[in-house]
């Protein structure tokens, strides 16, 4: 089994990519369909017991009859039992092999969908808080009904990312909202040297602090050009953290160097370990 993953993730990934309109295998909904009667049949119910028949005779036959009925249940059920661990398996195989296939079936959307936000955010005040938007200003009141409309569909759109990719692992831990829709630059040592994660690291730090307003949170996301913004595949948003750390330690080896030439090296050398 899937460390960490279920039937319950394998069920809610296809879900979403039905909700999505995207194309399920056939093989996802067979194993689906057999993961489903080997569940139903490990729960097979007890037989009803029969009434009680007024002579003895019978009434040891019906017995008799009885407890091979409750036999047979009892049996079935271990029986399916067995085949348990095998049908969930399969299910969650199945519906993994399909997620890169689903997540890059929502690229174009999700590209659509920033490009609506980005030109509405040309159009908004630098505050674009709904609090501090001047809503007698029709350009910015349309405006910010295109980019919350936009917005709206695209946390929706991250949200079934989201349970698409889970039957295929972890997306990890924190910021990894922002590394499924971002990535950073790969560090190169110029940069490292010129300290670039000054300007970098702000950019993550205001996608937190505008955790509870979305709006405002994408028009930021859009209105910067250090990170690029495409969907994660499984496995990329680990990939895209790792990036921040990579940023981080490259600085913290260029300021142990004693000269400018020592923690060039350093840093370099660590770029070049974590490549």
Do not use: C
């Not at 407890?67 to 079935?76: F, G, I, M, P, S």
């Not at 001047?134 to 709206?152: D, L, Q």
């Not at 602090?209 to 859009?222: M, N, S, T």
Request: charged content about 30%; overall charge neutral; cysteine-free.
């Amino acid at each position: 089994m899937f460390v960490g993953v279920n039937v319950h993730d394998a069920s809610k990934a296809v879900t979403a990519a039905e909700r999505r309109k995207l194309p399920v295998p056939e093989e996802v909904y067979e194993a689906r369909r057999i993961q489903q009667a080997v569940f139903d049949t490990g729960r097979t119910p007890d037989p009803e017991r029969p009434a009680l028949p007024d002579t003895a005779a019978d009434a040891a036959e019906v017995i008799r009859q009885h407890a091979e009925a409750l036999r047979l249940a009892d049996v079935t059920r271990r029986a399916a039992g067995l085949f348990s661990d095998d049908a969930d398996l399969r299910y969650i195989r199945a519906a993994r092999d399909a997620v890169p296939a689903w997540v890059a079936g929502l690229d174009r959307e999700f590209t659509t969908l920033v490009g609506v936000v980005r030109k509405a955010a040309a159009k908004l005040p630098h505050d674009v808080s709904a609090e501090r938007i001047n809503w007698n200003n029709p350009v910015h009141t349309v405006a910010y009904g295109k980019a919350e409309g936009a917005v709206s569909q695209l946390e929706q759109l991250v949200s079934d990312r989201a349970d698409i990719a889970r039957v295929a692992g972890s997306d990890g831990g924190r910021d990894n909202a922002l590394f499924a829709v971002a990535a950073l630059p790969e560090p190169s040592i110029e940069r490292v040297m010129s300290d670039d994660w000054r300007q970098l690291y702000p950019v993550i730090t205001a996608w937190r602090d505008l955790a509870k307003q979305p709006v405002a949170r994408w028009v930021h996301l859009v209105r910067q050009d250090e990170l690029r913004l495409s969907l994660a595949t499984p496995g990329e948003v680990r990939q895209r953290a790792v990036q921040v750390e990579r940023w981080r330690d490259a600085g913290h080896a260029k300021r142990s160097g004693l000269t400018v030439k020592g923690g060039q090296d350093a840093a370099q050398q660590y770029l070049a370990a974590t490549a």
